[in-house]
């Protein structure tokens, strides 16, 4: 019995990551990421102490999907992004969890699938 979930096709599922890169629904991704259910951009961030507000607009720009969470990988171990970044996504109304970007992949599949409206702001690890 598959006991996979059932994801729609037109949505981003995170396959691998690792290598600087992630793989996300069959493409390669090199360098650090904010994935949408629907779209995947590139982030030039390559340390959780690097973020600025500026760099959270993404989030809450004209273009950026309706999300409710964002899961912020900090990379391979855990690193808290900087307060100032935190309060410019929670001023859009978004709840932010931070986790090492392992954590970050595998728990924005899974709310994904549920049809939960999630994004991940994720940093490449090695």
Request: net charge negative; glycine share 12%; proline share 6%.
């Amino acid at each position: 019995m598959d006991i996979s979930p059932l994801i729609p096709g037109d949505r981003q599922v995170i396959e691998s990551y690792g290598g600087g890169g992630f793989k996300i629904s069959g493409e390669r991704f090199d360098g650090s990421v904010v994935i949408f259910p629907e779209r995947v951009v590139a982030w030039s961030v390559a340390a959780a102490g690097d973020v600025t507000p500026e760099m959270m607009a993404i989030m809450a720009g004209a273009e950026a999907p309706a999300v409710d969470l964002l899961l912020f990988g900090s990379g391979k171990g855990f690193a808290r992004l900087p307060e100032p970044a935190v309060r410019a996504v929670r001023g859009a109304g978004i709840i932010v969890e931070t986790m090492d970007t392992g954590a970050a992949c595998r728990t924005y599949n899974v709310l994904m699938a549920e049809g939960r409206r999630v994004a991940a702001a994720l940093i490449a690890v090695p």
